[in-house]
């Protein structure tokens, strides 16, 4: 495909823009950050307003085609419902209402509107499911005697079970922090990383943990990009491995706690996490959100995040609404009444061969 001269300058501009300024959003991911198109409707109107994020979803979003397979949605016929709701006389927060709405029918987390007075959300992928998570019984387990390595909570179980409690990849973990936290454990007879309710945050934190957990180079899944306005232009499928980490490496058999929660780069690292031998998926399936989020503004000034970069699994395969435990296990009640959580109790039970 050729492109104008013109188009190449503003698509450079844009790459350039993001690349210069990242942004994490709300503790749900990664994201970059640019201006709106300037071919874009300007003018501060709803109807305005709502062509620009009508169009800048259109000409920017990547899951369209898969959205439409997976449960119908149409955008065009989208456009067409929403437009009607469109009217010159609507307050702001009746407009920002029925844009969020709009948006809403794509079912993805990563898109959003945000506003001095609100952040419009879909965030079913959590929502709608038991949580099978407790912070107060996590907290009884973890006591207060627990160890702490660039913001991972560890302890040794009285079984002699690692429980390592991973609650965001905000923050970087470091190589020395990650390689004595390793060599703390390194008798225990198993390992459990619990990283339920972990909203994300940076991707490379979240492989840099995962590094860890394999001695050679792996195969984790395929890459491609947005690169023109077409709802089906893309760049071919680049190839993702992870590398094994330098330092201490853990070498027997470990469980990966996830729910719902589990959502974007958090996603991202028990994609990776699966595609190791020693390692046992189980809880819930996670919240998914595959795709890379930009941002951008339209003439209200709102901001507008969307997924921009498709991640697939190692066998090609979308992971946006999420990947399944490869053991399902949910919370109790009898459990939650007597203070225990059933899936680190069931993860024991694995690891110590019962």
């Known amino acids: 495909m050729q492109y104008s001269h013109k188009l190449l300058k503003k698509i450079w501009h844009r790459l350039a823009v993001a690349i210069l300024l990242p942004l994490l959003w709300g503790g749900l991911g990664w994201g970059f950050v640019s201006c709106v198109d300037e071919e874009y409707p300007t003018a501060d109107t709803p109807q305005d307003n709502f062509e620009a994020l009508w169009r800048l979803m259109d000409e920017h979003y990547c899951f369209f085609d898969y959205k439409k397979k997976t449960f119908g949605v149409d955008w065009d016929e989208v456009h067409q419902r929403y437009r009607q709701m469109i009217n010159p006389n609507m307050t702001k927060p009746q407009l920002f209402e029925v844009l969020c709405n709009m948006v809403g029918e794509l079912q993805d987390g990563h898109v959003n509107i945000s506003a001095s007075f609100d952040l419009g959300r879909n965030w079913s992928y959590h929502e709608d499911y038991p949580e099978n998570y407790n912070d107060s019984i996590v907290s009884a387990y973890l006591g207060t005697d627990y160890m702490i ?7 040794i ?3 002699n079970i690692a429980y390592v409690r991973c609650e965001s990849f905000s923050d970087g973990i470091g190589d020395g922090n990650l390689s004595d936290m390793l060599s703390r454990l390194a008798l225990c007879n198993g390992l459990i990383i619990d990283v339920r309710s972990n909203g994300g945050g940076n991707l490379t934190t979240a492989h840099k943990l995962a590094s860890a957990f ?11 990009h947005k690169t023109g306005k077409g709802r089906n232009d893309f760049s071919s499928l680049e190839a993702e ?19 719902r929660s589990c959502y974007s780069a958090t996603n991202d ?6 595609t190791f031998p020693n390692v046992t998926i189980m809880g819930d399936r996670t919240g998914g959100g595959s795709g890379m989020p930009f941002t951008l503004e339209i003439p209200s000034g709102w901001s507008v995040r969307y997924s921009a970069v498709v991640y ?16 399902n ?4 009640g009898a459990d939650t009444d007597r203070n225990r959580d059933t899936l680190i109790e069931a993860a024991r039970q694995l690891l110590n061969g019962n």
């Not at 390595?149 to 302890?155: R, T």
């Not at 690292?269 to 699966?274: D, E, G």
């Not at 296990?329 to 109790?332: A, C, D, H, R």
Request: one cysteine or more.
């Open 269 to 274: 690292f028990v994609k990776c996490m699966r």
């Open 329 to 332: 296990v949910s919370m109790s």
């Open 149 to 155: 390595a660039s913001g991972l909570k560890y302890k």
């Open 214 to 224: 394999t001695n050679e180079k792996r195969l984790i899944g395929y890459v491609c």
């Open 241 to 259: 491995h992870i590398e094994p980490f330098e330092g201490m490496r853990w070498q027997k058999h470990a469980v990966v706690l996830t729910n």
């Open 312 to 327: 697939l699994d190692s066998d090609k395969q979308h992971t946006e609404f999420g990947i399944a435990p490869d053991i």
């Open 157 to 159: 179980l009285e079984d």
